[in-house]
DNA sequence: CTGAAATTCTAGCACTGCTAGACAGGCGGT
DNA sequence: ACCGCCTGTCTAGCAGTGCTAGAATTTCAG
């Protein structure tokens, strides 16, 4: 997908339909025989992003099986946040952008689901609701990467948070 | 300000200079005039944001001056999310539109710090990594605050999430 | 070779943020 | 009273946006 490259590149403000047709070498109303409009467009990227996603989170978690629990989720953690800070257009088109997507739906793409597995199973088995857990370290996953991308919080500390992460989100004891 | 109240009442996409310069009953360029553009105008309008989430969290923590901390912090997280869910505009102003506001700098607002602040004197003086654990806190009220506002969290089970950071961030013990 | 179907294009609409230059009004100084 | 000036406001317009109608072109079956 061009227009992936293309926010990459320069950003989401940057992603005009001119620009994408210019591009891909045809004019302007053919996209919108492909796509039913731009929102269109930035979904279909968030949707790669998030097989993207999975998968690396995928491999984090694989790669450290049958380790503590607390290496297992920092290393998901850690492949998170990487994501979030190398891919930061694809980021946004997956979890900033209004787009379309159902999230918690019966039409949620395999991909998402995917990606949310991945989290709860960084959580060690046992734990206690598992999946609200999940969710809520997703939020702060989330929230970490927007304020930090936004510099709202400061970068000198990352590792800190995330030790501080760690130890809260797993069940006590 | 005019602008915060066509942004609440239809969001920030309606919020254009045309419709803003009818609604204060001037012409265009008078807000050119009075702001150095839009960035601008939605950066004044965050700023004000910022001074009334401060208030509230202050408040919140005052009145409950002397309980136990558990209660003391669950006051605050609630303070911010209700002002996540019942000032969307006002919090999308301030933390997910591009502005260019010194965060963590020498001309951080002293709304800002004030907020801020409001969030560490939630947690125990005595809470080891004050500051840091200030700072996640806000990042997961923040992930919570814009992936439910975007669905993308099922709005169920949203007191559960929030028993577990509060769990989550005291420190053990 | 012809007519229809599909595909791509040009041109344009209504909108955006923003700005140049014309126009008015009130000010003090002669 | 008159002049020049400054301040503030306006009209008109620029370049750009997402999107679409209808013309033009190509493709291909009969």
Redesign the pocket.
Known sequence: MAARELAEAEGWEA?????LAERVE?????L??HFK???AIVAAVAQEGFTELAKLLRTARTATDGQEPRRRLRAVCQAYLRFAVERPALYQAMFVLPTRLEFAGEETPTALRAAFDAFMEALPEAAPEREARAELLWAALHGISTLSATDRIPAQGGATRLDLLIEGILPRG
């Open positions: 992603l005009t339909t001119r620009r045809y004019s302007q109303p053919v919108y025989s409009g731009k929102d």
